[in-house]
């Protein structure tokens, strides 16, 4: 399956699990899209089985911006600005490879 975002929005989304986008055994592209004051327990873009790349993109007040399991891959990522509020449970306001265990 492939998803693409581009050109949208997600503000001030809240749920007791999950994230904005979840992507399993999958490709996302997500272009040109802002993530502002999203509260969720979950990132807003989380790959697990899957691949993804994203550009032109903005997350601001979210408790992270993009979580990639080990099993994922972002492989590419350009003009990506971050401006997150990391709580506790959240360790990186950028992209965090769960492989290489780095932000």
């Known amino acids: 399956q492939f998803l693409r975002v581009h050109d949208s929005s997600f503000i001030g989304n809240k749920a007791n699990q999950g994230s904005g986008i979840f992507v399993e055994h999958g490709v996302a592209e997500i272009k040109?899209?802002?993530f502002l004051s999203n509260e969720a327990h979950g990132w807003p873009i989380e790959?697990?089985?899957g691949?993804?790349?994203i550009s032109n993109c903005c997350f601001s007040d979210n408790p992270g911006s993009v979580y990639v399991y080990n099993t994922g891959d972002f492989s590419q990522i350009e003009n990506f600005a971050s401006d997150d509020k990391?709580?506790?449970d959240y360790n990186c306001s950028g992209v965090f490879d769960e492989f290489r265990n780095e932000c």
């Open 86 to 88: 990391i709580d506790a």
């Open 32 to 34: 040109n899209s802002t």
């Open 47 to 49: 790959i697990l089985y």
């Open 51 to 53: 691949f993804g790349s």
